[in-house]
């Protein structure tokens, strides 16, 4: 909290060389118990004998400070709760630092044995299911296929090396599926293993983030943790 000069204020208040002083809205905000209670031990100490102030009057003030007084704590304690519970998100990601993730993507990025894996979704059953390695240059550095797939989640996986056990790829890898159903040729949903390198909180208190091998993502993207 920002602190207040309150003898400046008092003296802005009782002498008439700073009656031109202006105390504007953000100055009055400021001030705390201490100073309304400063505030009307002077405003009893000055008051005119013949003409007291009304106590109905200073009833009411006493009850609407201790209404914002009663919301500043209130405040003061939501911030300690959100700081709190952000406290223990970040200390619930942080456990998930050295894990796997898999998330909705077309892009499978090496994990930490340098193989790659991920599920292709099928709502109907197909007759065949194939499933391209793409590099960055357009070239499928590797393929695989199956046939007579049932409808649901079929896993993929390729440890990244060729027939001879030479590593083939070291980077992202676009993943291309095509699925045969009844002739037809469609394109299914595709997810992809990501390892977690760590995690970061942004400063102004927002939701952690995931850093993986796709780049910041949020935990809500997780479809399921390895």
Do not use: C
């Given at each position: 909290?920002?602190?207040?000069?309150?003898?400046?204020?008092?003296?802005?208040?009782?002498?008439?060389?700073?009656?031109?002083?202006?105390?504007?809205?953000?100055?009055?905000?400021?001030?705390?118990?201490?100073?309304?209670?400063r505030l009307?031990?002077?405003?009893?100490?000055?008051?005119?004998?013949?003409?007291?102030?009304?106590?109905?009057?200073?009833?009411?003030?006493?009850?609407?400070?201790?209404?914002?007084?009663?919301?500043?704590?209130?405040?003061?304690?939501?911030?300690?709760?959100?700081?709190?519970?952000?406290?223990?998100?970040?200390?619930?990601?942080?456990?998930?630092?050295?894990?796997?993730?898999?998330?909705?993507?077309?892009?499978?990025?090496?994990?930490?044995?340098?193989?790659?894996?991920?599920?292709?979704?099928?709502?109907?059953?197909?007759?065949?299911?194939?499933?391209?390695?793409?590099?960055?240059?357009?070239?499928?550095?590797?393929?695989?296929?199956?046939?007579?797939?049932?409808?649901?989640?079929?896993?993929?996986?390729?440890?990244?090396?060729?027939?001879?056990?030479?590593?083939?790829?070291?980077?992202?890898?676009?993943i291309q599926?095509?699925?045969?159903?009844?002739?037809?040729?469609?394109?299914?949903?595709?997810?992809?293993?990501?390892?977690?390198?760590?995690?970061?909180?942004?400063?102004?208190?927002?939701?952690?983030?995931?850093?993986?091998?796709?780049?910041?993502?949020?935990?809500?993207?997780?479809?399921?943790?390895?």
């Amino acid at each position: 909290m920002t602190s207040t000069d309150t003898s400046n204020s008092l003296g802005s208040l009782t002498d008439p060389t700073s009656a031109s002083t202006t105390v504007n809205s953000s100055a009055m905000s400021q001030l705390n118990q201490n100073d309304f209670l400063r505030l009307m031990t002077t405003q009893l100490t000055t008051q005119d004998p013949f003409n007291p102030v009304d106590n109905t009057q200073m009833v009411a003030q006493m009850a609407q400070f201790s209404q914002v007084a009663g919301i500043a704590q209130m405040n003061q304690s939501l911030q300690q709760l959100v700081t709190s519970m952000g406290g223990n998100r970040i200390s619930d990601a942080a456990s998930w630092i050295g894990r796997s993730m898999l998330v909705q993507s077309d892009i499978a990025t090496p994990l930490r044995d340098g193989s790659y894996s991920g599920a292709v979704s099928l709502p109907n059953g197909a007759d065949s299911v194939t499933i391209n390695f793409v590099d960055a240059n357009g070239q499928v550095v590797h393929s695989q296929s199956a046939t007579d797939q049932v409808a649901g989640t079929m896993p993929f996986a390729w440890d990244g090396k060729d027939d001879d056990g030479n590593v083939v790829a070291t980077g992202p890898l676009s993943i291309q599926v095509v699925a045969r159903v009844n002739g037809q040729n469609t394109s299914p949903a595709t997810a992809t293993w990501t390892s977690i390198a760590g995690i970061q909180s942004p400063a102004n208190g927002g939701a952690t983030q995931l850093v993986t091998g796709l780049g910041i993502l949020s935990p809500e993207d997780a479809i399921r943790l390895a």
